[in-house]
Each structure stands twice: as C-alpha cells, then as structure tokens.
C-alpha cells in the first residue's frame, strides 16, 4: 500500500456523525450489534499498544470522526474512523473495513506510518493544517 496512493479528508467536522449517547446509555446502532464508542478506543490501544502513539492517533480520530466507524463526508465520500478517502481503500486491511473499526484502525496506522512516520507524525501535521 503506497503512501502515495491513498489520502484522507482534508478537512475536520465534515464527517456526518450521529451524536453520541448519553454516558451509560446504548446507541440505537449498538442494539444493531455495533460497537459502542468505548469499542473502537479499546480495539486502538491494543492495537497502537504504544500511549503516546494511541493519544496522537486518537486526537485525529476524534477531531475526523468523533469515533463514528460509520461517519461519511458527504461532499467528499470519506469514510470511517479515519476518514480514508475513498473509503474504500481500507479494503486492502479486510473486506470488513465498513463494519469493523479494527479494520479501519489497522489501515489507519499504516497510512500514517506510512505518510508521516507514526500516528505522533500525522498528529503533528493535522495541527498544523487540520487535515492529514
């Protein structure tokens, strides 16, 4: 997967999140079998399984998704957690990449090893420009 190929949203907030429930409260979507919010950042910090790279990568998946694994942007198409664009391209991490947020996570780390070094390295850049 060259880094060259693949891209992500170019600009936060524009993912269409549903809103998050209430603490202690189920989404209509975890009825469905989705996992709560909690899920994803779970399946993260075993992923990462590094602090400081988990926090960098978590502050750019708030800021692209709010931790939706189904959030679209509806100009661009963006998909996911991480916001790859297309969305698609997330299937060379499983076929699962639109339901399973490992998936997406595992795809987003290595465009972001890829791209900028490590997830600290994408963190750095989105700062500066607020897309990644």
Known sequence: MGAATLALSALSGQAQAAPAPAQGQPSAAQGAGAQSVS?????????INDQQQYTCFANIVERESGWDHTAQNPSSG?????????????ASAGSDWQTNPATQI???????KE???SPCGAWSFWQQNHWY
């Open 39 to 47: 899920g994803p950042r779970q399946a993260a910090q075993e992923i």
């Open 78 to 90: 963006a998909y996911g957690l991480v916001q790859a664009l297309p969305g698609d391209k997330m």
């Open 106 to 112: 595992e795809w987003g780390v290595e465009y972001m």
């Open 115 to 117: 791209r900028y070094g």
